[in-house]
């Protein structure tokens, strides 16, 4: 709830316009019932003719007319106060994602992301749209109400006083009882409500185990139990409606027999009076019923508003940059570099020189912090101690586009967007290049043939929308956006198995060229790989246990021996 | 819609309860309000106590009467509509039962499933929401406009028009209006939801490209397009709303100035004034669910349309052919040319593939070259382009689906486990099974379970090892004679996977498998080995045959090698 007021209370212009609309609606509603009365009163009693009462209709109409206006305002004010929030809310999230470089490492959670920045966003909609004005409305109109017939009629004013705290009262019992029995159903509610959809995923199961005609029992009977547990829930909501209506229905005949006895008995009442106090009663319970509801339709956004705050407090640590230009083919040095994220990436007292268009290798179990130190040293995340120099200078003082201009990563899993395949090669490199360098590109990372094949070539639509394309040609995407972009750093995260020979081959060729003009640094998964290095960091448990060549790690570390071996044995 | 309607309508006996009930509900609301009215103009006119006693008595049993029959009818519509959606769950998987799992092929999209469980649920406000109101308004305003008949003709006919206004040309004409905004919205909705998806899986190519900005003012760009859509939609519906209730009030104030003027030229008597004139303040109250009617109406004529078109599709020709031989049946892919639908390249290209009955066939190759889609054809769960799959010797075209899945033991690189028990999971493998059974087979693919353990939905809570060997289980306990596994290990080390392998391979000594790997490890005791690259067959042999012949085998032997652990 405390987020949800904390947006509202940004828009501060429109909550003043729906306090006072909800004033102007309390007085209008009192308006319009006293010119009603009066024109009942004048014609029945007073024997009027209709012309006497024309201009009171007239007032009337204008009240009337001024009534579905501000209901209309009213509704409009939610429904802006609603755009602005959910665009703040979106913009506020995208910032926060980007601004958190960990979001490279942890996109198995995208998904849950994109819901938010979705559903829960569009959930947190209704808040503003109708529980805010509803709310205002119903906390203003009452009391409005409640003066007029107080001042009318002191003694249906009491009434009224003395019944209204009932509604909210019951309200908020019957909300606290729903909302235990709900949560003690909960697992059965769940259980029951995705049994349907577990059967229809399980279908081809059963149609292999040739069990599929009996499940249809199984779906009726889930579906009456959910029938079953949910009725128990509604009953309990629909018990406290019925007491509600009562509570109100009685406090209205209260009233009636009230001023009924009144003006029969003691004659103490006038009729304008009396019919003036029976036209507002209902207006006020109704007001106060809506009141109630409200709160409930204002609880389908809280889950929604959890959600987006738990992403909202998430910390970030973004990268710092300066202002330097970065020069040609750089050295790249990490110092007693700490980095711990969560459980799976951890970094301690990282050492890692790099120098000009060397190439090395990082090894490792899984999970010893290969794929951390890489993200390290590309610049997209920033140690917690300790520091990462270019050149000799601190990496903080260079500005982030130069250096990422020198910069491409190959990862296993390569992004492609959704467009043609030359915009994905074109993606980041510098400039405009002429389609012959993207062609050339192509050729050198082994896609000429793929282009070939295709009936729109290069222009060929792939990512979300497009075509799919395997992962050994994903892998050649890639390495074309290297060979066009030019890089002087090339970080690689070399695939473990289940590509093609080809990609293969060509994935070993390619590294070896763009090496020729770049420092290569590599998650290595081949031998051959680690064998070309000029240095190899073994990892282990976040630590560097060991560097060197391969020959001079072969002869050192014993570890490093052990896992050559155990790969070349498998 | 009508097979819709006659779903709905196996629950007669409630929807006309209901029905009653709303009426009921919608009649003692009215009463009670016009009743009130009465009795202050009565009153006022100094009537003998009495009367006063037994109109206020009247006024809280109507008062009684409505609180109550609105109870029942919400009740009671709501306890029909969970029985029709139950209705409907199973009439819809009646007709999706027969047409899986070749239907899933055809839409290949995996939100099918979810979509088909979002548009039942749609339907099932059918009846709350588009069936029942208009007819309880209906009928409610048609007692009360005949009741004001007997008091004024023309008050009448102004509530008839109220009547058309508020509950039917106000609502449609939002309709009318909606459809073409919901559908930007839907659009819109789309386009944002693939740029999020875009901008978090693609995060790190954006970053390292530089173009993370761009990507995320364009986003921004989009976001706030849906947002005024949406809000196109809002205030549309919102005017709609105002200029209902403006109806609804001009309505009240034609019936209070024609009253006025019928009671000064004394053709209506005045003590009947302010009743009028609360029944029509009050009766409008019953148009309120029209105000959502249309909008229900569109999404279940949509969810509908959707549904039916489905599981309308035409049911396979039943085929006769059965696979005449309880034991062990050889397998023969002959020059087939298989492409997805709507791909344009194909997914198998003139493969041929030889699998006697009782031997042992791993077959090979790269992700993409195809391998898994030999598995999908031998389920029968597409149909070749070109070329024939025979087994036994008998084209697969001719053969029952349920025949060959009743003699093969499948394990798919994605099993589905269902929400219960691991008994639950391991007894559909067949009839007549003995706990003792299960439990020795958990112990020989060296699961821990204990046959009450629980499995949660999508088995969330084993790990991938853990539901490779669950499946394996279920595969050991049916002894077909044909074994079908899809990379069955690809989630085990290599010395589990060793041993597991031991158990199949007796287990299946007699019988035909065919093992689809991307490991190269294990192969020794095969057969026959194919391998595959983009969709065709690039060499087959035993695992020394290739070995020696030194190509594409070898050399992925090699690259396997020369992989590090």
């Not at chain 2, 490209?209 to 939609?233: C, T």
Request: aromatic share 8%; charged share 20%.
């Amino acid at each position: 709830m405390n987020e949800l007021r904390k947006w509202a209370s940004e828009q501060k212009g429109i909550m003043a316009a729906l306090l006072g609309l909800s004033v102007l609606m309390g007085a209008v509603i009192v308006g319009q019932a006293y010119f009603l009365v009066n024109v009942v009163d004048r014609v029945f009693l007073q024997n009027q003719s209709f012309g006497a009462v024309v201009p009171m209709l007239g007032f009337l109409f204008g009240l009337m007319v001024i009534r579905a206006g501000i209901t209309y305002a009213n509704a409009r004010l939610g429904v802006n106060m609603a755009s602005k929030v959910k665009q703040r809310v979106r913009s506020i999230l995208l910032q926060k994602w980007t601004q958190n470089p960990i979001q490279t490492a942890i996109q198995g959670q995208s998904g849950g992301k994109v819901t938010v920045m979705m559903e829960a966003v569009d959930g947190i909609d209704s808040y503003y749209r109708e529980y805010m004005p509803q709310v205002m409305k119903a906390s203003i109109v009452p009391l409005i109400v409640l003066a007029a017939v107080s001042y009318t009629h002191i003694w249906s004013g009491l009434i009224m006083m003395v019944t209204a705290p009932f509604i909210p009262l019951f309200y908020i019992i019957i909300g606290i009882k729903t909302q235990k029995k709900s949560e003690e159903q909960l697992d059965k509610l769940a259980a029951f409500s995705g049994q349907f959809l577990d059967t229809l995923q399980g279908l081809q199961t059963l149609k292999l185990f040739g069990r599929a005609g009996r499940q249809r029992d199984v779906i009726q009977k889930s579906s009456l139990g959910f029938r079953e547990a949910t009725m128990d829930i509604l009953k309990i909501a629909f018990t406290s409606t019925l007491m509600l209506e009562f509570i109100s229905t009685l406090s209205i005949g209260l009233i009636a027999l009230e001023i009924g006895l009144r003006l029969v008995v003691f004659d103490s009442i006038s009729f304008v009076s009396a019919f003036f106090v029976l036209v507002l009663a209902p207006e006020y319970y109704t007001a106060l019923k809506e009141l109630g509801a409200a709160f409930h339709t204002g609880r389908g956004s809280l889950g929604a508003a959890e959600k987006i705050k738990a992403e909202l407090a998430a910390d970030e640590q973004p990268v710092k940059w300066g202002d330097r230009e970065v020069p040609a083919r750089p050295s790249v040095e990490l110092k007693n570099v700490h980095f711990q994220y969560g459980e799976g990436f951890s970094l301690k007292n990282v050492d890692v020189h790099i120098p000009s268009c060397a190439r090395t290798a990082i090894v490792g179990a899984t999970g010893s912090g290969k794929t951390t130190l890489l993200n390290v040293a590309a610049g997209l995340f920033d140690p917690q101690e300790g520091d990462v120099f270019i050149d000799g200078r601190p990496r903080a003082s260079f500005s982030e586009s130069s250096w990422f201009r020198e910069v491409s990563y190959i990862s296993q899993h390569p992004y492609l967007f959704s467009g043609t395949i030359e915009e994905n090669i074109r993606l980041g490199a510098p400039g405009h290049p002429a389609r012959a360098e993207v062609e050339a590109a192509a050729e050198k990372a082994g896609l000429t043939e793929l282009i070939r094949e295709l009936e729109d070539g290069l222009d060929t639509k792939v990512g979300e929308s497009g075509r799919g394309l395997s992962g050994g040609e994903k892998q050649r995407v890639a390495l074309a956006r290297a060979f066009l972009k030019k890089p002087s750093f090339v970080l690689f995260d070399e695939p473990t198995t289940g590509l093609d020979l080809k990609t293969e081959q060509i994935l070993q060729r390619s590294i070896n060229e763009l090496a020729q003009t770049a420092s290569v640094m590599t998650v290595a998964h081949r031998l051959h790989t680690i064998q070309q290095a000029d240095v190899i960091f073994l990892m282990n448990n976040g630590e560097v246990e060991a560097a060197g060549t391969h020959m001079e790690l072969m002869k050192s570390s014993e570890s490093y021996r052990a896992m050559v071996q155990g790969g070349a044995a498998g | 819609m009508k097979r819709l309607v006659s779903i709905m309508m196996e629950e007669k006996r409630d929807i006309w309860l209901s029905v009653l009930f709303g009426v009921l509900a919608g009649l003692t609301s009215v009463a009670l309000f016009g009743l009130s009215g009465f009795m202050i103009s009565k009153s006022v006119l100094q009537p003998p106590l009495y009367i006063i006693t037994i109109m206020t008595a009247l006024l809280k049993l109507f008062g009684a009467a409505k609180a109550g029959s609105r109870y029942a009818e919400r009740y009671v519509s709501h306890r029909a509509t969970f029985t029709i959606l139950s209705n409907l769950r199973v009439s819809f998987y009646e007709k999706l039962e027969p047409l899986a799992p070749q239907i899933f092929g055809k839409y290949r999209s995996g939100d099918l499933l979810a979509r088909i469980v979002g548009d039942v649920e749609t339907l099932q406000n059918f009846f709350l929401r588009v069936f029942y109101p208009p007819l309880v308004l209906v009928i409610v305003f048609l007692s009360t406009i005949f009741f004001t008949l007997f008091y004024s003709v023309w008050i009448a006919l102004v509530l008839l028009g109220g009547l058309v206004l508020t509950g039917f040309v106000i609502p449609g004409l939002l309709a009318l209006q909606q459809r073409k905004v919901k559908q930007g919205v839907r659009e819109r909705r789309a386009g944002l939801s693939t740029e999020v998806t875009e901008l978090l899986y693609g995060f790190r190519d954006l970053k390292l490209h530089q173009k993370l900005d761009e990507k995320e003012e364009k986003l921004l760009q989009i976001a706030d397009a849906y947002v005024q859509e949406q809000e196109k939609e809002s205030v549309q519906a919102a005017a709609s709303q105002s200029l209902n209730a403006a109806a609804a009030l001009s309505v009240a104030f034609v019936v209070l100035a024609l009253g006025a003027y019928f009671v000064t030229i004394g053709e209506l008597n005045g003590l009947f004034l302010a009743m009028l004139v609360m029944i029509s303040l009050t009766i409008f109250d019953n148009a309120v669910p029209m105000a959502v009617f249309p909008a229900h109406l569109e999404d279940t004529r949509q969810a509908a349309g959707r549904l039916f078109s489905v599981v309308d599709e035409e049911p396979p020709a039943p085929k006769m052919g059965m696979i005449e031989r309880d034991d062990a049946f050889s397998i023969e892919l002959k020059d087939v040319t298989f492409r997805y639908p709507g791909e344009t390249r194909p997914a198998l290209q003139n493969v041929s593939i030889s699998i006697p009955a009782g031997s042992k066939t791993a077959i090979v190759g790269p992700s993409g070259s195809g391998k898994s889609t030999v598995m999908q054809l031998l389920l029968n769960m597409y149909t070749v382009n070109a070329g024939t799959i025979l087994l036994d010797g008998n084209s697969m075209g001719e053969i029952q689906a349920e025949n060959i899945w009743s003699k093969t033991n499948v394990v798919l690189q994605e099993n589905h486990f269902f929400y219960g028990t691991v008994r639950d999971n391991l007894k559909i493998a067949g009839d007549g099974l003995t706990d003792r059974e299960m439990e020795d087979t958990l112990r020989l693919v060296e699961l821990p379970f204990s046959l009450d353990d629980p499995v949660l939905e999508k088995a969330e809570n084993l790990s991938g090892g853990e539901k490779q060997r669950l499946a394996i289980a279920r595969v050991l306990l049916k002894r077909a004679p044909v074994w079908l596994l899809d990379e069955p290990s690809s989630s085990l080390d290599v010395l589990t996977e060793k041993r597991i392998f031991g158990h199949l391979h007796e287990a299946a000594q007699k019988d035909t498998l065919v093992l689809i790997s991307h490991r190269l490890t294990g192969l020794e005791k095969m057969d026959q080995i194919v391998v595959m690259e983009r969709g065709n067959v690039v060499e087959a042999g035993t695992f020394n045959e290739l070995m020696e012949r030194k190509e594409y085998f070898y050399e992925m032997k090699q690259i396997e090698k020369n992989v590090l652990a």
